[in-house]
T-cell receptor
């Protein structure tokens, strides 16, 4: 069973540029979520994908977009980068349908540290 | 609008003693609660969870307690070990049926330091 992997681990971009971050879900998981974690804060939900469609979105502007592929891997795209986009971006995979007393777990990758200068 | 709050930014505990981390929430539609541990330069690691229909869940040294009437949960670590030193996040999930099902809302985190 492979875990959640993200690439790249670190990235430096210039304000106004575009960036694509990648995530490979844990084997057997069909749902992927993306989170932004600013320094000293908890992760903030960006959006979630299930069966290649967006299935819930947090309070982030449209320049944050994503894709989920048939193999359940995913991309997070951010256009027109701003300085405040500098953060740790986390991908989490889970299995839709879990819930109730049987348990629910989302497994996170190690994150991509994005710095916008 | 901070729906999940961890009011203690840090906690320092002696090895072998109990660590108690607290979390409060405001949204009664949360149906699942989770605790994650995070080391620097790593992603959050799942520790333990509890359904809103339970009031206690135990896994080894970790026990989570849920008080629905007070909208409060706590994580107990007994005995605490130096390797437990990390940032601990509590998170909550909205009930099934909404468009945000599966979304986790996190607290700000508590830095736990366990001294040898």
């Amino acid at each position: 069973e492979t875990g959640v992997t993200q690439s790249p681990t670190h990235l430096i971009k210039t304000r106004g540029q575009q960036v694509t971050l990648r995530c490979s879900s844990q084997s057997g998981h069909n749902t992927v979520s993306w989170y932004q974690q600013a320094l000293g804060q908890g992760p903030q939900f960006i959006f979630q994908y299930y069966r290649e469609e967006e299935n819930g979105r947090g309070n982030f502007p449209p320049r944050f977009s994503g894709l989920q592929f048939p193999n359940y891997s995913s991309e997070l795209n951010v256009n027109a980068l701003e300085l405040d986009d500098s953060a740790l971006y986390l991908c989490a995979s889970s299995l839709a349908g879990q819930g109730g007393k049987e348990g629910y777990e989302a497994f996170f990758g190690q994150g991509t540290r994005l710095t916008v200068v | 609008d901070q729906q999940v709050k961890q009011n203690s930014p840090s906690l320092s505990v002696q090895e072998g003693r109990i660590s108690i981390l607290n979390c409060d929430y405001t949204n009664s539609m949360f149906d699942y609660f989770l605790w994650y541990k995070k080391y620097p330069a790593e992603g959050p690691t799942f520790l333990i969870s509890i359904s809103s229909i339970k009031d206690k869940n135990e896994d080894g040294r970790f026990t989570v307690f849920l008080n629905k009437s007070a909208k409060h949960l706590s994580l107990h670590i007994v005995p605490s070990q130096p390797g437990d030193s990390a940032v601990y996040f509590c998170a909550a999930r909205l009930m099934a049926g909404g468009t945000s099902y599966g979304k986790l809302t996190f607290g700000q985190g508590t830095i736990l330091t366990v001294h040898p």
